[in-house]
């Protein structure tokens, strides 16, 4: 990947880096709203208690598997953003 990265320039990384969390956040959004939109799977959260059942921690494995990546692609954008902004502002105070 650091290949494929290595002649773009900081602003077409930094758009990638948007377009793929964007990405593994509405594919993390359509999971969730099967999950409990859709299948319901939210209706055993009163008393009493039923077990999940398998289906159902299959559908929040996944999402979990697709919405932590995402979370860790915007805060890598954000701290990528905030080192690229800091860069610049030390080549122009010279």
Same mark, same amino acid.
């Given at each position: 990947?650091?290949?494929?990265?290595?002649?773009?320039?900081?602003?077409?990384?930094?758009?990638?880096?948007?377009?793929?969390?964007?990405?593994?956040?509405? #594919?993390? *959004? &359509?999971?969730?709203?099967?999950?409990? %939109?859709?299948?319901?799977?939210? +209706?055993?959260?009163?008393?009493?208690?039923?077990?999940?059942?398998?289906?159902?921690?299959?559908?929040?494995?996944?999402?979990?598997?697709?919405?932590?990546?995402?979370?860790? #692609?915007? *805060? &890598?954008?954000?701290?990528?953003?905030? %080192?690229?902004?800091?860069?610049? +502002?030390?080549?122009?105070?010279?």
């Amino acid at each position: 990947m650091a290949s494929f990265f290595h002649n773009w320039s900081h602003p077409k990384r930094a758009g990638a880096l948007v377009l793929l969390a964007a990405m593994l956040s509405f #594919l993390s *959004f &359509l999971i969730f709203r099967a999950e409990y %939109g859709v299948l319901n799977f939210g +209706d055993s959260d009163l008393p009493p208690y039923q077990p999940d059942t398998l289906l159902e921690k299959v559908f929040n494995t996944i999402w979990f598997a697709v919405t932590i990546p995402a979370g860790l #692609l915007w *805060f &890598l954008l954000l701290i990528y953003v905030i %080192g690229i902004v800091s860069i610049s +502002d030390a080549r122009r105070a010279v």
